[in-house]
């Protein structure tokens, strides 16, 4: 006896094994009124895409807008995992006892509007639980300090985590699944309300799709991030998203419906160190680094050397572990243009030194700050090790600007209040210039804590290397020890300038001219 199979019967099979086909078989809701009429699931790309990640990644966490369906589509998905793998189990966590049931009933509209063919038996039927005769089966609860404790699930997704008050301890309740191959989904809209929540800092710790999937830098987790903009939608505009946020304060639209992930993360801008409003007209400037041979492998250049002009340059150290970033800047002291910097988070005190010392040579050695701190000891030594001779050196007293005292800028209390005092004015004048995307970065994400009696610092799990060193580069400018650079201790090359190097650093220190790590 011959079986005869229809498209219908091919295409159900298919979108058993295959979620994205699944999709050609969901109807949703048009709103989430109980009466509002069902519709076929939008298939707009960032959905598409949203599907692919979800059917290639167990560990992901999704940054969003409001509004652009992601919330059905893991609706869809939990589903799909349940109906189609035997003794799945399912968990959803959302804010509340409320939202949870919301969530299910959009599991069950699904369902409910599925082809017969695509159906399992159900068994299961309440407020909180959907099963299948299959021993597969959904759970949706409030995101309780418990929740999720005794369960190991296939699948936990945790709905608007950043507004989960017990986030952090679900999160190491479901550390089992996570650990035994399970999939774990944290999606959510940024909650303007927080600026160091667990949510953000998973995000943040996270990798970007497009880099080379690895272990976290602390060991704890290989979870990919994915944002999307308000913009996700083809069917939005401009003239939408000012209708719709007419009523919402600034900090509110930009976390409800951001433009972009330095948005969506940005502390509000009542407690922001910088004007948000400066920093995006500084964000038009940013551009990529120019290509030059012979530098440092972690120097970056936007403008050559030009004799005559004084320059100024700063350093921030780092232990090189991966964690805090280790930055030197170099900028323009009539300007405020930041010309070339090293920027890493690899670089070892040692490599630090090194590499900024070839660097500045670039530039006629113009006055090096180099912050005392910590392991910045270090890269002071080295400097004199390397005889440069143009090292700030703090003055005896403020009634004595010209004195020399001890080599380096130290930072306490006092002097990283001056530091970024004088550096928001700069900024809010734009008298300085910063061409470095990740480097401006970063003044997104740094604050005045109130926590800490308004003390500059970035937001919990973010850096504020780079700014740190811009201000100490802004003080450096204004130092009487700053000069011009000489136009002797140059040579003219077909695209401008280079100098000519005072001591045989290439031959003494090779690993800081190559891609060696040290």
């Given at each position: 006896m011959?079986?005869?199979?229809?498209?219908?019967?091919?295409?159900q099979?298919?979108?058993?094994?295959?979620?994205k086909?699944?999709?050609?078989?969901?109807?949703v809701?048009?709103t989430?009124?109980d009466?509002s009429?069902?519709?076929e699931?939008?298939k707009?790309?960032h959905?598409i895409?949203?599907a692919?990640?979800l059917s290639?990644h167990?560990?992901?966490?999704?940054?969003?807008?409001?509004?652009?369906?992601?919330?059905w589509?893991?609706?869809?998905?939990?589903?799909?995992?349940a109906?189609?793998?035997p003794?799945?189990?399912?968990?959803?966590?959302?804010?509340?006892?409320g939202?949870a049931k919301?969530?299910?009933?959009?599991i069950k509209?699904?369902y409910g509007?599925l082809?017969?063919g695509?159906k399992v038996?159900v068994?299961?039927?309440s407020?909180t639980e959907?099963?299948?005769?299959?021993?597969?089966?959904?759970?949706?609860?409030?995101a309780?300090?418990?929740?999720g404790?005794?369960?190991?699930?296939t699948?936990?997704?945790?709905?608007e985590?950043?507004?989960?008050?017990?986030?952090?301890?679900?999160?190491?309740a479901?550390?089992p699944?996570i650990?035994?191959?399970?999939?774990?989904i944290?999606?959510s809209?940024?909650?303007?309300?927080?600026?160091?929540?667990?949510f953000?800092?998973q995000?943040?710790?996270?990798?970007?799709?497009?880099?080379?999937?690895?272990s976290?830098?602390?060991?704890?987790s290989?979870?990919?991030?994915?944002?999307?903009?308000?913009?996700?939608?083809?069917?939005?505009?401009?003239?939408?998203?000012?209708e719709i946020t007419?009523d919402?304060?600034?900090?509110?639209?930009?976390?409800e419906y951001?433009?972009n992930?330095?948005?969506a993360?940005?502390p509000?801008?009542?407690?922001?160190?910088?004007?948000?409003?400066?920093?995006?007209?500084?964000a038009?400037?940013?551009r990529?680094?120019?290509k030059?041979?012979?530098?440092?492998?972690?120097?970056?250049v936007w403008q050559?050397?030009?004799p005559?002009?004084?320059?100024?340059?700063?350093?921030?150290?780092?232990?090189g572990?991966?964690?805090?970033?280790?930055?030197?800047?170099i900028?323009?002291?009539?300007?405020g243009?930041?010309v070339a910097?090293?920027?890493?988070q690899?670089?070892?005190p040692?490599?630090?030194?090194?590499?900024?010392v070839?660097?500045?040579?670039?530039?006629?050695?113009?006055?090096w700050?180099?912050?005392?701190?910590?392991?910045?000891?270090v890269?002071i030594?080295?400097?004199?090790?390397?005889?440069?001779k143009n090292?700030?050196h703090?003055?005896l007293?403020?009634t004595?600007?010209?004195s020399?005292?001890a080599?380096?800028w130290h930072?306490d209390?006092?002097?990283?209040?001056?530091?970024?005092?004088?550096?928001r004015q700069?900024?809010?004048?734009?008298?300085?210039?910063?061409l470095a995307?990740d480097g401006?970065?970063?003044?997104y994400?740094t604050?005045?804590?109130?926590?800490k009696?308004g003390?500059v610092?970035?937001?919990?799990?973010r850096?504020?290397d780079?700014?740190?060193?811009?201000g100490?580069?802004?003080?450096m400018?204004?130092?009487p020890?700053?000069?011009?650079?000489r136009?002797?201790?140059?040579?003219r090359i077909?695209?401008?300038?280079?100098?000519?190097?005072?001591?045989?650093?290439r031959q003494?220190?090779?690993?800081?001219?190559?891609?060696?790590?040290?």
């Amino acid at each position: 006896m011959t079986t005869e199979y229809t498209v219908l019967d091919v295409a159900q099979e298919i979108a058993r094994r295959d979620f994205k086909r699944f999709l050609d078989f969901v109807r949703v809701q048009n709103t989430d009124l109980d009466d509002s009429p069902d519709m076929e699931f939008q298939k707009w790309p960032h959905l598409i895409n949203a599907a692919d990640i979800l059917s290639a990644h167990r560990l992901i966490v999704f940054l969003k807008a409001r509004q652009i369906g992601i919330t059905w589509l893991m609706a869809a998905y939990a589903l799909w995992t349940a109906l189609y793998h035997p003794g799945a189990v399912v968990l959803i966590l959302s804010k509340g006892e409320g939202e949870a049931k919301v969530f299910l009933r959009r599991i069950k509209f699904i369902y409910g509007l599925l082809p017969e063919g695509l159906k399992v038996v159900v068994s299961v039927d309440s407020a909180t639980e959907f099963g299948f005769d299959t021993n597969a089966k959904i759970q949706a609860l409030p995101a309780t300090e418990d929740a999720g404790r005794s369960e190991t699930a296939t699948l936990v997704i945790q709905d608007e985590a950043d507004y989960h008050k017990h986030l952090e301890a679900n999160y190491a309740a479901v550390r089992p699944t996570i650990d035994g191959g399970g999939q774990h989904i944290m999606a959510s809209t940024s909650n303007f309300e927080t600026q160091d929540s667990f949510f953000k800092l998973q995000y943040l710790r996270a990798n970007s799709l497009d880099e080379k999937f690895t272990s976290q830098r602390d060991g704890t987790s290989r979870y990919v991030k994915v944002f999307m903009s308000w913009r996700s939608r083809p069917d939005r505009s401009d003239e939408w998203r000012d209708e719709i946020t007419a009523d919402y304060d600034e900090d509110r639209r930009d976390k409800e419906y951001p433009e972009n992930e330095a948005q969506a993360l940005a502390p509000p801008q009542a407690i922001a160190a910088f004007d948000h409003h400066v920093l995006d007209e500084m964000a038009k400037d940013v551009r990529p680094p120019i290509k030059i041979d012979g530098y440092p492998v972690d120097a970056r250049v936007w403008q050559r050397f030009s004799p005559g002009k004084k320059y100024a340059a700063f350093t921030d150290s780092s232990h090189g572990s991966g964690k805090d970033y280790a930055v030197t800047v170099i900028g323009d002291c009539a300007t405020g243009l930041i010309v070339a910097d090293i920027y890493s988070q690899l670089l070892e005190p040692d490599a630090l030194a090194y590499q900024s010392v070839k660097l500045l040579e670039q530039y006629d050695n113009p006055l090096w700050g180099i912050e005392d701190n910590d392991w910045g000891t270090v890269v002071i030594r080295r400097a004199q090790d390397l005889h440069y001779k143009n090292l700030y050196h703090r003055p005896l007293s403020a009634t004595k600007p010209y004195s020399r005292g001890a080599v380096g800028w130290h930072t306490d209390e006092r002097s990283r209040f001056i530091l970024y005092g004088d550096l928001r004015q700069a900024i809010s004048e734009r008298a300085i210039t910063i061409l470095a995307e990740d480097g401006l970065r970063q003044f997104y994400d740094t604050i005045r804590n109130p926590n800490k009696n308004g003390r500059v610092e970035a937001v919990q799990g973010r850096h504020d290397d780079y700014p740190l060193a811009v201000g100490g580069f802004w003080q450096m400018s204004k130092n009487p020890h700053a000069r011009r650079s000489r136009g002797t201790s140059v040579e003219r090359i077909d695209d401008g300038y280079r100098i000519v190097p005072s001591n045989d650093l290439r031959q003494q220190y090779p690993r800081a001219y190559t891609g060696q790590r040290w």
